[in-house]
């Protein structure tokens, strides 16, 4: 296992929030998320997410979206899988102190 911490709660980001292509996922209290592919995208996943090992496995109605935690700690994932956007795989969503 690279890191024995579950993941923080809160939100986790690839690029910067300003910018239409930017990924996050929030992981919030009683296993709950919400992810966002990027701003031009209106859909928005949200349900309930599972942690095995290293593994963040957010539960969509299209198919299971994997991150895997990195070797930095609780303060990074790394997109693993995910059946609607291929291309975002291998990149690393940094932890972000606020929640919005």
Do not use: C
Not at 6 to 28: C, H, I, N, R
Not at 64 to 70: A, L, P, Y
């Amino acid at each position: 296992m690279k890191s024995k911490e579950p993941p923080k709660l809160g939100k986790y980001v690839y690029g910067s929030l300003d910018t239409v292509d930017a990924s996050w996922v929030e992981l919030k209290a009683d296993f709950v998320f919400i992810y966002s592919r990027g701003q031009a995208l209106s859909y928005r996943p949200s349900g309930q997410y599972e942690v095995h090992g290293d593994q963040l496995i957010l539960k969509t109605t299209d198919g299971d979206v994997i991150f895997e935690k990195t070797g930095l700690g609780s303060n990074a994932i790394e997109l693993i899988s995910d059946p609607l956007r291929h291309e975002n795989q291998g990149k690393i969503f940094s932890y972000k102190a606020f929640s919005n």
